[in-house]
């Protein structure tokens, strides 16, 4: 089946797609568009499997929309669609997750629009890279947290929080509240010029 | 070029002049022969060109190639002193914000990484129980996740239909909200 016939009856995914190239290289192959692909492929099992990992922040930008786009093909086309089928079984070579895709990802999202997961950033690391005799390399590196939405984890970023019973909004809202009055009266008021 | 290697042969010849006067009495050894040689083909045009330089100018044009060259070698030390230079080292960061729930300085792009340490510890946990399974016997994580924590009452079977309970040996931190039937 054509992938393009299959994409155009697809809804837009909701992340960001990016357009700079990225070197997405791996131990052991050359680097390659399908050492590139050997990455991504990486990246989106270990999510499927854990449900938020931990990468390097453009590895995770770049591996989003991949995942998004499988999510899709789950929740839109079935288990039993051809092309769905050819597209999870590249993907997640464990088939024990192809399992846990149909069965307990895609549920969730059935009622759901895309975006089905989240992404973080956190501040730059200092991670050891690698050591080599007696020396360590030590290196900076930008962390990003990749999950997938509806995870029994605790959330990263905790919901907002209603502060409008606290003392310093309920003195704030006065005091506006108080001076729009003052303003108000001003304006009824008429001027003793006129 | 031709014009400036021709003057430099015209003034070859005045030092091997002078030279010939001192040893008159002796021929020119085989490598002045060679000299001699090579000026007198543009013997014709020698005599139309000045025979010494004319100017300053003509002189700097002349050894202009000497310029562009570093006249001291850097040193080790002074390169290194260079690279690794305190302005190259420590930049100034000035996007940074405070954390409202736990005061800590991050920058204004990221999340909190203090609060974030606790979620990942938590996280860890959790995912060490979830992956204790054993794929070779036909265990599969076909199901939904609910956990767990250590004095809880059993949760109501709705919440827990059909899902795969967790459970965790420590009390339920005051900032893991639990599930409920809303969601």
């Known amino acids: ?194 | 070029m031709n014009e400036a290697r021709a003057r430099i042969i015209i003034n070859l010849r005045l030092s091997m002049d002078s030279l010939m006067r001192v040893f008159s009495h002796r021929s020119p050894p085989p490598s002045f022969g060679f000299a001699c040689d090579v000026g007198a083909h543009p013997s014709s045009t020698a005599q139309n060109l000045p025979m010494t330089y004319g100017s300053v100018r003509e002189m700097i044009d002349d050894f202009s190639i000497v310029f562009g060259v570093p006249k001291y070698r850097t040193s080790k030390p002074k390169k290194v002193t260079r690279k690794f230079s305190f302005t190259r080292l420590l930049q100034p960061i000035d996007n940074l914000v405070t954390c409202p729930a736990c005061s800590n300085i991050h920058p204004s792009d990221t999340i909190c990484d203090a609060c974030y340490a606790k979620v990942h510890q938590l996280t860890s946990e959790i995912k060490k129980k979830m992956m204790q399974y054993n794929p070779y016997v036909g265990e599969k994580q076909d199901k939904e996740v609910y956990v767990k924590f250590r004095g809880e009452p059993d949760a109501p079977a709705a919440v827990v239909k059909g899902k795969r309970v967790l459970e965790i040996e420590k009390e339920r931190p005051t900032w893991f909200k639990k599930l409920t039937l809303k969601e």
């Open chain 1, 1 to 194: 089946m054509s992938a393009h016939r299959v994409a155009v009856s697809l809804p837009r995914i909701g992340v960001t797609i990016g357009h700079a190239p990225q070197k997405l290289k791996t131990g052991g192959i050359e680097p390659s568009r399908r050492a590139r692909l050997e990455v991504l492929r990486r990246i989106v099992t270990r999510t499927v499997r854990e449900e938020r990992a931990e990468l390097k922040w453009n590895r995770a930008v770049e591996a989003r929309p991949y995942l998004e786009r499988l999510i899709q093909l789950g929740v839109e086309r079935g288990p039993l669609d051809e092309y769905t089928a050819e597209m999870m079984e590249w993907w997640l070579p464990e088939k024990d997750l192809i399992t846990k895709m149909h069965e307990v990802i895609v549920p969730r999202f059935q009622d759901r629009d895309s975006p089905f997961t989240s992404l973080f950033r956190l501040p730059p690391q200092r991670l050891q890279q690698f050591i080599q005799n007696k020396r360590e390399v030590w290196k900076r590196y930008d962390i990003g947290v990749l999950e997938i939405d509806g995870n029994p984890f605790p959330q990263i970023q905790a919901d907002r929080v209603d502060q409008s019973e606290s003392i310093l909004d309920v003195l704030l809202a006065d005091a506006l509240r108080n001076h729009q009055k003052n303003l108000q009266e001003k304006l009824d008021t008429p001027k003793k010029s006129q």
